[in-house]
Structure formats: C-alpha cells, structure tokens
C-alpha cells in the first residue's frame, strides 16, 4: 500500500475507533498518558504493516489487538521495575515504594459508568460489547470462549445493576481491591 | 424453571439458538419473574449506553491533538520507512533465502550423491548384497577363472574353472572346479536337499556320497589354513567350496563376513577397470601376528554386479594371491537348467560309495606278506602325527580350548581350564597352529549340550577324524613311536566311548579285541566312519534300531574292530620290517 493510502486508513480509523481505544486503554493501564502512547504506537504499528503490504482483513480488531500487546508490555515493563525496586538496599531508607501509575482513582471516580466495580476480564468484555462485538467475536479477540464471555457480560451486568442501585439508596458501591496491573494482562 | 442471567442476556443480544430463543420468549411471557429481570437488564443495559456515550472522555480536543500528534509521527515514519531498506529486506527475505537453501540443498545432494561423492563402504556392500539377492533369488549359473598366483618365494600361477549351478528353491546345487585341460578337480552335487556327493579325486577316485548337511559358512580368510603354496591354497578353496551351504559365490557376503557387517574395517574407491570400465573396489585388510590378509572385491560402479573378488596373503617370507573373476553371472529359468547337471556325471561315478544309512560291510582280510603300499600315494608326515599326539594329549580334539606359545626349541600347548595340562613338543609353532586350524573345521563345539552324549559324540568325532587324516595306505612307512602315538589316541577314545556306553547302563558284549577285524586302515576307518554315523544316530535317538542293547553290542563290536584291525596293521608293518 503507498503512503496516501495508509495515512489515509490510519486515519480514518484512529478517527472512529480511536476513542475507544483510548477508553479501553485508560481502563487497562489507569493512566491516561500511557495510554495516549499505547494507541499512537498501535496505530504506528498499523501504519507499518499497511505500508509493508501485509493483508490485515480487521482493522478495528488489529488495533484492539495491538493495543492489548502495548498494553501488556507496559504491565511487564511495571512488573521488572518493582522488582528492581524492591531488590534494592535503597529502598530501605524510603519511607513507602509510591504506587505507579498513581492515577487510577481519577478515573474510577469521574468514571460515570460505574465500572470500578467489575473485574478486568469483566470489564473488557463489556467495553468490547458496548462497541457491538458479537460475543464469537469477542472470544476469538481475547482468547475466550463463548460462553464464557455470556457469563462475563451476565456478571458484568449484575454488578453494574446492584452498583446503581446502592448508589440510588445512597450507599458506596462495594470497591473490589484490584492490584496495579492487571490479572488478566499479566 | 427461570431462566438464568446469562440467558436472558443472550436472548436480548440475540445469541440463543432458535430452539433456545422460542423456549426463552415462551417463558418469558408466562413468567412475570423472569420478564422483570429482563426489563431490568435492558435498563440497565441503555443507561450504561447511555453514560457511555455521555462520558466525557477522552477530552474534547483530544481528538485534534492526538490525530496532529499521529500524523506527525506517522510522516517520521514514513521518512525512515522510504530510506530504510528493510522493507524491501522483508519483502525479499523469503524468497531469497528460499531460494539459498534450495541451492545449498542441491548442491549437497550433488556432492554426497552424484558421481563423485565419497564412497561409503558399507553403502556399497549393501547396494551389492541387494543386487546379488534380486539374481540368486532364481536359478542361476555362474561361471569363474580361478586364479592361484604366488608372488613370493616364486612366481607360479594355477589356473582353473569354476563353475556353480544353483537352484535354491527346490535345494538343488553344483559346482565343478577343472582344470585348463578339462579335468575335474573337485566337484559337488546335490541333486536335492536329501542327497550329496562329493568329488575329490586327490583324495580317492570315488565319488562319495555323503550324509546331508549344512554348515556355517566361513570367511575366505580360511583359504590361509592349509598353508600358502598355491596347492595347498587349491586343496583349501576345495574345502571352502563343501563349506558354503550350498548357495551361489556371493561377494556381499564374503567380504561383510571378512570386514564386519557394517562395512567399518573396508575402504571403497573408484577405479577403472581393464576395459576401461568404471568399477567400484571395495578394500578390506586383516593383520594377525603372522600374516595379513587383503581382501579386495571390485563391482560394476553403476550397477553394482559383481565383477572380481580377491584375497592376498602375506608373510615375510611368502605371498600368494588367490583371485576369482566373474566370467559370466546368468540367471537361467529352472526349465531351462538341465538336471543332468545336479548329478553326478556318469564317467567320474563309476563307483558311489555310500557311507549311510547301511553300515560298510568288511572286507576280506588281505595277506600280511603280500601287502605293499602302492606306488603314488603320498606318505604322512611323522610330524603331523606328532602334533596331533600333542593337540589330544591337550584335548584339543575333544574342542577343549588350548593356548599355543613357542618357546625356546619347540612350542608349547596348554589346555586353558587346566594350566597344569602342559604338553611340549619340538615342532615349529606354525606347524602346529596349522594342525590346530586343520582340526578345528568342522569340530563340534563343547559346551553346547552338556551330558554323556555329547562326549561320547566327540569322541566319536576324534575318531573319525583320525581315520581320515591316516588313512592306511598313508602311515605305513611311519617311525614306531608314530605308530603307538596313533594306537595311543585311539585307545584313548575307543575306551572312553566305552566307559560312556556302560553309563547308559545297558549291557555291551564282553571281551576286546576278540576278533581281528579288517586289517586294511582305509578300510577300517570306513568301518569306523560307519560305526560311528551308526553310535550318532543311536546317541541322539533318531535311529532305525529299536533295541539299543543290540546297538550297543553292535557299536562295541566295531569299536573291537577298530583296535584289531589297527593291531593287525601295526603287526603286519612289524613283520614287514623285519
């Protein structure tokens, strides 16, 4: 492909299909500047393999797989750093290993949505279908069965309903204790 | 029965199956329950749409900056992506390195097996075994020039013919060795598995018929045996004939047995041949402390047929090459492959003497004054009697294992389970090996059964071997101490069959030496040879006898034989001298 037609592509899809990405990626890394670069790498990513000439036959689910990918090397990236941290004699003399990224509450609090409540399996299923995946599709993307993404979504939807309605009676929702990176991605 | 979440969700998604679909909407309208979880599900459903699509996020000028930001790096990209040759690498890395490991792998392929790859020894052996399987498979007729040439001490050469005819499905072989001029030298026929004759007209101008048997076949190496004159090399290739089993000469598997099965201990090369063929030869070397053997077998290069196979020894002192060309390897259709020639031939069988399974009646005793060796009949060596004295008194005939060492004067025998058994003689130790190869071929291996039979068996053996070895015509004109060494053996062994016999526990006939017997040695060991086949077959039960008692008197009354007529014969010799 020359090089109007795959900035053309790439840009037509980061337009639809980019803020989702974006979402999803928030929910995923916690942090909106990781994910800003997790996205502009996978669209990069796109933008190589178009011009390379390989055959890519779903966009939007290339770049959510991409994203994932991005994703996932963040998580590990994360994961040697705090082991680096904690095997240092350094450390000692610090007072508390802060969290990294430190930024997750902002976006469980403004989060309208409620989603804080879900786990990251659950969550990602339900993002996917909110942007009209069939469930097949969803479980070829994340590696799942069908089935198991219907027990998801069902869960996923549970929750969200027993969320609203404590929030309606005036109570916190119950906040599930989910741990920096997540289990899913690890 | 309600209907569970993950249910109602797929049925609002659309997921179910049809069946599934129709029985969910059935319930649904009955169940009042079930239809308000649904409800609730969809509401709960269009507000997260809802909050989805009024989330604020990303920010309103995310958007624009983000795609300013894209574009940016993508044009980066694109300037690195137009100078860099990677693309093209990528595009291009399959097919040429596709196209590299075809031409490496064609390459090898032609180097380990065109022309003039490196021959592998036993690549070759095998293509050759398989090509010889798919000829003698069927009848076939081969044809050989023996060649026999001494290259030191003198330069000597005995030519001859060989000819084998061989048909493996029906047992049917024969082969003839003849002169230059025609005449049969040795000669084999076995007109089916049940009957053999065998022709050595150096040994008696009769053809024998003899008992059925099957042999281990052994190396070519053995064509040493004898000694390394190229008579004695003739008289060994004849026994290497009667050993083969009766198959046709193969090369293959002269030369695995000589150079190991899998072809380590050969070396193989190109040559050409004298017609300027391409041929293979294939080069295999045996070194012992006396000799070195050389085995060289050549074949067609391309198809592999067998062309010529020769074995070189090599001493100091002597060297002899014995050589056998192909003249002609022919399958022939078994229509075709005359009878006649599995018999044998009508002017050399005047007289088949046949050694089984009737006993050899005796001969008339002939007049002591009267008697004289004739005239042409080669005398025995008081040697050879000498070291077969020492190799019994050892028990080397019985097959009991024996070191042979020399030593100052002389050699030295030593039976190795019984270190005190030592036994000295003044011969050279090259003599006495080659009597030990000598009685080695054919000899029953002890150990293989154990009990009473066996060891009469091989004493039965012993003696037969004796009776072959010195035949009277032979051993008249021995010294007298040659004479008790050879009444010694043989009272050595007709009393241990003996004391076997009474260890079966039946009755033998009492008294020794009652009768005179045949006095003539020849004729006597025939008679030996017979009663022996006769104590074989009555050992191993297989014989037509059914009183055991009455074989028993039968056998002891040969064994009498045996004695008196070997008595006869020493005492007619005495008269003689005197």
Partial sequence: MNQEDATRTANDLFESWGPFLLRYAVRMTRSFEVADDVVQEAFLALFRDLREGKRIDNLKAWTLGAVRNQVRKHARYLRCQAEELES?????????????????????????????????????????????????????????????????????????????????NGELARKPVRSEVPDALQ | MHCSDEQLLAHLDGELSAFSSRRVERHLKSCWRCRTRRNACEQEIQRLTIAVDEWPFPPPGWNRDAAQRLNRRLRECESGFASSPVPYIRRFAFPVSAAALLLCLSGWFLWTRGPHARLRPAEVIAQVSSVERTIYVQPVQQTFSVEIAEIRPARQTVNAKLQIWSDRDSGRFASRLSAPGGALKHALWRPASDAEFVYRPAVTAEVLKQRPHR????????????????????????????SRSWNPISFASDISRFAAEDGSLATAERIRGQDGAPMIRITAQRRSRKMVAVLTVEVDSRSYWPRLQAIRFETPQRAIEFRLAATSIQPVRRTEMAASVFHPEPNVAREIRTVRPVLPRHEAPADPSTYERPAGVLAIDPRAVEARFVLHQAGACLGESVRVSEETGGTRVVRLDNEAASYRCELGLDYLLSALSDLRRGQPVPGDAAGTRTVALRHAWAMRRLGEDFPALRIADLPPNSWQMLETMLRDHTSAVRRELDGLGLQRSAGSMRRPGNPAWRASATVLFGTLTHLNELLLGDSAVNDPALSVAAINRRLDDILGSFALESGRRNTAIR
Wanted: charged letters at 30%.
């Fill in chain 1, 88 to 168: 240092s004699d350094a450390l000692d003399l610090m007072p508390a290993r802060p969290r990294w990224p430190d930024v997750a509450a902002d976006f469980d609090d403004d989060a309208p949505l409620g989603l804080s409540v879900l786990s990251c399996r659950e969550e990602e299923v339900l993002l996917l279908r909110l942007q009209s995946f069939k469930y097949r599709e969803i479980a070829g993307k994340l590696g799942i069965g069908t089935k198991s993404v219907c027990t998801l979504l069902a869960r996923a939807v549970k929750k969200l309903q027993i969320a609203s309605r404590s929030a309606r």
């Fill in chain 2, 215 to 242: 042999e281990e076949t052994v190396s070519l190496e053995s064509l040493a045996d004898f000694g390394l004159d190229p008579a004695e090399l003739e008289r060994a290739f004849m026994h290497w004939l009667e």
